[in-house]
């Protein structure tokens, strides 16, 4: 059994110390709303789909500035032998810092921001930095 976040994060990874401008991963919904945060957030340039019905996969564009990558660390928190969880009222502690996190939670997969915001807690998956 294989962990694909564990494979999404070093697939990531790799590609920066590669110094890559695009990445592809193996479709999943789960994978591609991850993505979509990291997106958002500015730690990818660009996510896109492509392919056909069984051999969709993630294209991720990969952000430079000033020759150095965008995204400096990324950590996968909640492992298959290991899940993590976080109430809302724990969230609002982790808050403080200059790193953020990927939560899963009941309504889909968000900044942990927007969590506690929501007053949601759930499923701590990625810290990325």
């Given at each position: 059994?294989?962990?694909?976040?564990?494979?999404?994060?070093?697939?990531?990874?790799n590609?920066?110390?590669?110094?890559?401008?695009?990445?592809?991963?193996?479709?999943?919904?789960?994978?591609?709303?991850?993505?979509s945060?990291?997106?958002?957030?500015?730690?990818?340039?660009?996510?896109?789909?492509?392919g056909e019905?069984?051999?969709?996969?993630?294209?991720?564009?990969?952000?430079?500035?000033d020759k150095k990558?965008?995204l400096?660390?990324?950590?996968?928190?909640?492992?298959?032998g290991?899940r993590?969880?976080?109430t809302?009222?724990?969230?609002?502690?982790?808050?403080?810092?200059l790193?953020?996190?990927?939560?899963s939670?009941?309504q889909?997969?968000?900044?942990?921001?927007?969590?506690?915001k929501?007053?949601l807690?759930?499923?701590?998956?990625l810290?990325?930095?």
């Amino acid at each position: 059994m294989t962990d694909s976040i564990s494979q999404l994060v070093s697939t990531i990874k790799n590609g920066y110390l590669a110094r890559k401008n695009q990445v592809f991963i193996p479709y999943s919904k789960f994978k591609e709303k991850i993505l979509s945060v990291l997106e958002k957030e500015g730690f990818l340039e660009k996510v896109e789909i492509e392919g056909e019905k069984q051999k969709k996969q993630l294209v991720c564009f990969l952000g430079y500035k000033d020759k150095k990558p965008i995204l400096t660390e990324i950590k996968v928190i909640s492992k298959p032998g290991l899940r993590v969880y976080q109430t809302a009222k724990k969230g609002k502690n982790f808050l403080k810092g200059l790193k953020i996190r990927i939560v899963s939670t009941p309504q889909g997969v968000m900044k942990e921001s927007e969590a506690v915001k929501k007053n949601l807690g759930g499923e701590v998956i990625l810290e990325v930095y």
